[in-house]
């Protein structure tokens, strides 16, 4: 079973920015995708990011040109770059790694909270 541990959130001002990293214990080309989902409180899990096993990315709008996922194969690990951040990105991020047969892997989440 595959291993995923998130980390990097934390409290930030408006307009500040944080990187959020997903470390997997196997291999990125081994997966259909990886990405990152975010959950508010009373709201539902929505799609921030992901990134195909050949580079593809896809970006919910809100997020458009403010947030950048990438990877780095040799760690088997994405981020989530997160600039101009909102106090409406504040929910826990969840890092998921999906394979080709359709499952999936979730970790555990890390929170962040943009405030002042």
């Known amino acids: 079973q595959v291993q995923v541990v998130e980390s990097g959130g934390g409290l930030v001002q408006p307009g500040g920015s944080l990187r959020l990293s997903c470390a997997a214990s196997g291999s990125i080309y081994s997966f259909y995708a990886m990405g990152w989902y975010r959950q508010a409180p009373g709201k539902q899990r929505e799609l921030v990011a992901s990134?195909?096993?050949?580079?593809?990315?896809n970006y919910a709008d809100s997020v458009k040109g403010r947030f950048t996922i990438s990877r780095d194969t040799a760690k088997n690990t994405i981020y989530l770059q997160m600039n101009s951040l909102k106090p409406e990105d504040t929910a826990v991020y969840y890092c998921?790694?999906?394979?080709?047969?359709?499952?999936?892997?979730w970790g555990q989440g890390t929170q962040v909270t943009v405030s002042s």
């Open positions: 990134i195909g096993s050949g580079g593809s990315t």
């Open positions: 998921v790694v999906e394979y080709y047969d359709r499952d999936s892997t």
